[in-house]
C-alpha cells in the first residue's frame, strides 16, 4: 500500500510565502521522480515543478523564480517551497510521485490534495 499525504495549505497574503510537504508512505522501494502539481478552481489541472531522486528539478514558466522543489530522500518527502505568492496562485496543490513497490513495475501515485488560497 502506497499513500501521498500533502500538508501545509492555508491562507496567505499576496506576496507572502507558504511551504507545502508532502509524505510518502508504504512498501516502496523507489521513487524516481516527485513532483507538484495544481488546479485552480474551474480550471485542468497544470504541472508546477518536479524533482528527480538525484535533484534535478524542473519548474513551470509561471513559477520560476518565485517557487522551489526540493526532497529529503531518506524521510521520503518532497516539498514546495512558495514565495511572493500571488491570487492566481490559489489553487488545490497536489502531489505526485512515480513509484515501484517490486523494483519491476511502476504505478503513478496522487495526494488528495491541499488548498493554498492567496487573498488579503
Known amino acids: 500500500q502506497v499513500q501521498l499525504v500533502e500538508s501545509g495549505g492555508g491562507l496567505v497574503q499576496p506576496g507572502g510565502s507558504l511551504r507545502l510537504s508532502c509524505a510518502a508512505s508504504g512498501n516502496f522501494v523507489s521513487i524516481p521522480t516527485m513532483s507538484w502539481y495544481r488546479q485552480p478552481p474551474g480550471k485542468e489541472r497544470e504541472l508546477v515543478a518536479s524533482?528527480?531522486?538525484?535533484?534535478?528539478?524542473n519548474y513551470a514558466d509561471f513559477v520560476k523564480g518565485r517557487f522551489t522543489i526540493s526532497r529529503d530522500n531518506a524521510k521520503n518527502m518532497v516539498y514546495l517551497q512558495m514565495n511572493s505568492l500571488k491570487s492566481d496562485d490559489t489553487a488545490v496543490y497536489y502531489c505526485?510521485?512515480?513509484?515501484?513497490?517490486?523494483?519491476?513495475?511502476?504505478?503513478?501515485?496522487w495526494g488528495q490534495g491541499t488548498l493554498v488560497t492567496v487573498s488579503s
Open positions: 524533482i528527480t531522486r538525484s535533484g534535478g528539478t
Open positions: 505526485y510521485a512515480f513509484i515501484t513497490t517490486d523494483g519491476i513495475r511502476y504505478r503513478e501515485y
